[in-house]
């Protein structure tokens, strides 16, 4: 199975490994969360070759707060898609909505032509 582009899939493994491995209940040496938002809503600001960030994955209390604060921006990003139809993203679901009812339509053409032809030998 192919992963997503936001590597979902591989992201949910390595949180729920951390969650079950690292309990921090203390929260030493934790991140601020103002800290976390960014790591999640802006990684390409932040200088992630900076060992401080390595604590996240040595932590299920920051993997934690991580896992929720990426829910909330793809709620968010959902959302977006639905509210935005000319974003790349909502061109896309809308092209896979166009296709599925093009496809529909097709169908029900086909399913009314039969009918039509069975009706016909009928009343022949
Ligand atoms: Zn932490």
């Known amino acids: 199975m192919r992963d997503d582009d936001n590597d979902t899939r591989?992201?949910?493994?390595?949180?729920?490994?951390?969650?079950?491995?690292?309990?921090?209940?203390?929260?030493?040496?934790c991140l601020d969360q103002d800290l976390l938002r960014r790591f999640?809503?802006?990684?390409?600001?932040?200088?992630?070759?900076?060992?401080?960030?390595?604590?996240?994955?040595?932590?299920a209390e920051c993997t934690r707060e991580l896992g929720d604060l990426r829910r909330i921006r793809e709620a968010r990003i959902q959302q977006d898609v639905v509210s935005s139809p000319f974003s790349s993203a909502g061109m896309k679901a809308i092209e896979k909505w166009r296709r599925h009812i093009v496809t529909a339509a097709f169908k029900?053409?086909?399913?009314?032509?039969?009918?039509?032809?069975?009706?016909?030998?009928?009343?022949?």
């Open 108 to 124: 029900t053409r086909m399913l009314v032509r039969r009918f039509v032809e069975r009706l016909k030998s009928v009343f022949r």
């Open 40 to 59: 999640v809503e802006t990684p390409e600001l932040l200088d992630l070759s900076d060992p401080k960030y390595l604590h996240v994955f040595k932590c």
């Open 10 to 29: 591989l992201f949910d493994t390595l949180e729920h490994y951390i969650l079950e491995h690292y309990p921090n209940p203390e929260r030493i040496g």
